[in-house]
């Protein structure tokens, strides 16, 4: 999934990646993940918070590796996804799976 952020958003698809404005993250356990945050940190004086859990926590992807997701780093927003997106998720991450045939 190469393009593809820890927090789920396929940057391939960005137009400012497009137009050369910004790198992809990369996964949380991705050498992309590292050589990101350690430019945010240079360039901007801090780093996206959710990027930088899922290097510590060794997710590639939140929204499909984390236990905790969506954690508070998701929840204080704004983005990258809206409450009404994450409050699907953690609702319907409690119900049952699907009975296969």
């Given at each position: 999934m190469e393009g593809t952020g820890a927090c789920g958003i396929n940057c391939l698809t960005c137009k400012?990646?497009?137009d050369g404005k910004?790198?992809?993250c990369g996964a949380g356990l991705s050498q992309q993940a590292h050589l990101k945050l350690a430019?945010?940190?240079s360039?901007?004086?801090g780093a996206c918070p959710?990027?930088?859990c899922a290097i510590e926590s060794n997710?590639?992807?939140c929204l499909r590796d984390c236990p905790?997701?969506?954690?508070e780093k998701f929840q204080q927003?704004?983005?990258p996804y809206s409450t009404g997106f994450l409050q699907m998720q953690a609702r319907r991450r409690e119900q049952p799976k699907p009975k296969t045939n």
């Open positions: 400012l990646y497009i910004c790198s992809p430019a945010q940190q360039l901007l004086g959710i990027l930088e997710v590639f992807f905790d997701f969506p954690c927003g704004p983005y």
